[in-house]
């Protein structure tokens, strides 16, 4: 696989620990990472550009609809649940079929991950942007309310006022994170430091941009 092509779909399982040889505790975020498997190339020829298809997770057949489930007979493949591209230097590179597992990285690769951060449904603008909360004592009324809204001169709310709405459940992208260990023989990626997402979220690893 190429150097800026390294990626690999997961399913994050929660933190942990571990201690390097000083016995310095290290944070890490498990990542059950692949195995994953080719479905489908993407050719500049034909597509415009390069590009490879990889499905990832068991599913019932019986949960898939019929056009996605051709779409894997094509490939002579079961169904798998997530499917994404990944984009390649040269997509002749793989077969359908290939299975892409976790031992693509190793440790010390600086690598991006990107989820889908935790839902807290709606919240106000202490919470969903770091407001300043008002005084509690003194007879104050005025807490955690967002206050004046308008300009006295057009005598509306601008676009982009940052208000009470609905806060997470977002495409968030975590940059230049370091892979502590691996564990090929039972797809576990240990990642230092915190990724986006709630327990048994997917996730999708890939060598940094930055590296």
């Given at each position: 696989?190429?150097?800026?092509?390294?990626?690999?779909?997961?399913?994050?399982?929660?933190?942990?620990?571990?201690?390097?040889?000083?016995?310095?505790?290290?944070?890490?975020?498990?990542?059950?990472?692949?195995?994953?498997?080719?479905?489908?190339?993407?050719?500049?020829?034909?597509?415009?550009?390069?590009?490879?298809?990889?499905?990832?997770?068991?599913?019932?057949?019986?949960?898939?609809?019929?056009?996605?489930?051709g779409?894997?007979?094509?490939?002579?493949?079961?169904?798998?649940?997530?499917?994404?591209?990944?984009?390649?230097?040269?997509?002749?590179?793989?077969?359908?079929?290939?299975?892409?597992?976790?031992?693509i990285?190793?440790v010390?690769?600086?690598?991006?991950?990107?989820?889908?951060s935790?839902?807290?449904g709606?919240?106000?603008?202490?919470?969903?942007?770091?407001f300043?909360?008002?005084?509690?004592?003194?007879?104050?009324?005025?807490?955690r309310?967002?206050g004046?809204?308008?300009a006295?001169?057009?005598?509306?709310?601008?676009?982009?006022?940052?208000?009470?709405?609905?806060?997470?459940?977002?495409?968030?992208?975590?940059?230049?994170?370091?892979?502590?260990?691996?564990?090929?023989?039972?797809?576990?990626?240990?990642?230092?430091?915190?990724?986006?997402?709630?327990k048994?979220?997917?996730?999708?690893?890939k060598?940094?941009?930055?590296a």
């Amino acid at each position: 696989m190429s150097k800026n092509t390294q990626a690999i779909m997961g399913i994050k399982i929660g933190m942990s620990q571990i201690f390097d040889n000083d016995g310095k505790a290290i944070p890490v975020t498990v990542v059950e990472a692949g195995p994953c498997r080719v479905i489908q190339k993407k050719t500049r020829k034909n597509d415009g550009y390069e590009a490879i298809q990889v499905g990832f997770g068991d599913i019932k057949e019986n949960r898939v609809n019929k056009p996605i489930k051709g779409h894997f007979q094509k490939a002579n493949l079961k169904p798998l649940r997530h499917i994404k591209e990944i984009l390649v230097e040269n997509a002749d590179d793989y077969e359908i079929g290939q299975e892409i597992k976790a031992d693509i990285f190793e440790v010390g690769n600086k690598v991006d991950v990107v989820g889908t951060s935790k839902g807290k449904g709606f919240a106000g603008g202490v919470k969903r942007h770091n407001f300043a909360r008002g005084s509690m004592g003194h007879g104050s009324k005025y807490h955690r309310r967002p206050g004046s809204l308008a300009a006295k001169g057009p005598a509306r709310v601008f676009k982009g006022r940052k208000l009470p709405g609905r806060l997470g459940g977002e495409r968030v992208t975590v940059q230049g994170l370091e892979i502590a260990r691996i564990y090929p023989e039972r797809n576990l990626v240990l990642i230092k430091g915190s990724i986006p997402g709630p327990k048994r979220g997917l996730v999708m690893i890939k060598s940094s941009v930055k590296a």
